[in-house]
């Protein structure tokens, strides 16, 4: 239910614009695009204060500093020694 609310803010003529322009970003500016726009969304759903960011720390680099750029907390998340997301400390980060 909340993806499918998710998907409807985007489908919205407001940002028809933004999902065409994301076609021509490097991976760098389509992903500060698309954290601006979840900001933008939890924001116009009265829910600013969802403002942190989980970011493995095997993301790329650029991840945390566009999350900050984004105006978002950034948490890492640790990750297991095969790559995969350490879910102990995910399930730890977690409010909900
Ligand atoms: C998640 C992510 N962010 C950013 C980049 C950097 O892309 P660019 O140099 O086009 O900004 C990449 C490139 O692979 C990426 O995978």
């Avoid at 493995?56 to 650029?62: F, K, L, Q, V």
Wanted: charged residues 20%; glycine residues 10%; positive net charge.
């Amino acid at each position: 239910m909340y993806l499918k609310k998710f998907r409807c803010f985007f489908e919205n003529e407001n940002f028809v614009g933004l999902n065409r322009f994301c076609c021509f970003c490097s991976g760098a500016q389509g992903e500060f695009a698309g954290l601006r726009a979840i900001k933008s969304y939890h924001e116009a759903q009265g829910q600013g204060n969802r403002n942190i960011c989980l970011i493995p720390i095997s993301a790329h680099g650029t991840n945390p500093a566009s999350a900050q750029m984004a105006g978002l907390q950034v948490e890492p998340i640790n990750v297991c020694k095969d790559g995969t997301i350490d879910i102990a400390h995910l399930k730890d980060k977690v409010q909900w």
